[in-house]
């Protein structure tokens, strides 16, 4: 069972809007809609921000947007703030009844 | 407020065994799946283990899948994990997680217990 891939980093000015890819395939992010993200900042433990590839959990900024295309779903933040700062991990469940997270993306704000 | 208080990590040495135990409140904890994963040092989070809420459905990352077994009380609100076999690759903090319910996803996370795997 291998990671979802995720890029490693992205980075962007505040105000800017950035985009995190999460490519899996046809028996996870392809095959269901069950493709969460989570935040984490250093320390801490992690903190869900979308489920079911575009849902929001009340409290979550609507900054904060999921979406999905075949193989690969993506996490937009728009009106980026400092405080977005931290690592992005995303996360499908899998045909083999099994979870599966990605690599991981760290995110700088400049 | 949901509460998720794991205990029991520590330093063990490789091939030993290690009990994780996870205390919830602020829940109704007997409607609710569970699930444990894990974080090595500097590392990304690999899902471990899944029970449902009763007790009767369990799955494992094939990493520990015959050497992790996950089990619950739902009279004393716990969820535990038995390690056994350990390796170094084991060396992680373990986080106790709720499952959001029928959303195959993880709403609340535990602070997480270290688990270092040394002779």
């Known amino acids: 069972q291998s990671a979802l891939i995720q890029p490693a980093s992205v980075s962007g000015s505040p105000g800017q809007s950035i985009a995190i890819s999460c490519t899996g395939t046809?028996?996870?992010?392809?095959?269901?809609?069950?493709v969460s993200w989570y935040q984490q900042h250093p320390g801490k433990a992690p903190k869900i921000m979308i489920y079911?590839?575009?849902n929001r959990p009340s409290g979550v900024p609507d900054r904060f947007s999921g979406s999905k295309s075949g193989n690969t779903a993506s996490l937009t933040i728009s009106g980026l703030q400092a405080e977005d700062e931290a690592d992005y991990y995303c996360?499908?469940?899998?045909?083999?009844?099994?979870?599966?997270f990605g690599g991981g993306t760290k995110l700088t704000v400049l | 407020q949901v509460q998720l208080v794991e205990s029991g990590g520590g330093v063990v040495q490789p091939a030993r065994s290690l009990r994780l135990s996870c205390a919830a409140s602020?829940?109704?904890?007997?409607?609710?799946?569970m699930h444990w994963v894990r974080q090595g040092p500097g590392k990304g989070l690999e899902w471990v283990a899944f029970?449902?809420?009763?007790?009767?459905?369990?799955y494992y990352a094939d990493s520990v899948k015959g050497r992790f077994i996950i089990s619950r009380d739902n009279s004393r609100n716990t969820v535990d994990l038995h390690m056994s076999s350990l390796t170094a690759a084991d060396t992680a903090a373990y986080y106790c997680?709720?499952?959001?319910?029928?959303?195959?996803?993880?709403?609340?996370w535990g602070q997480g217990t270290l688990v270092t795997v040394s002779s």
């Open positions: 996360s499908s469940f899998t045909s083999s009844n099994t979870w599966l």
């Open positions: 602020g829940f109704t904890f007997r409607t609710h799946a």
């Open positions: 079911e590839v575009i």
């Open positions: 029970i449902s809420w009763d007790g009767s459905v369990k």
């Open positions: 046809s028996n996870d992010i392809g095959g269901y809609n069950h």
């Open positions: 997680v709720r499952d959001l319910s029928e959303k195959y996803s993880f709403d609340y």
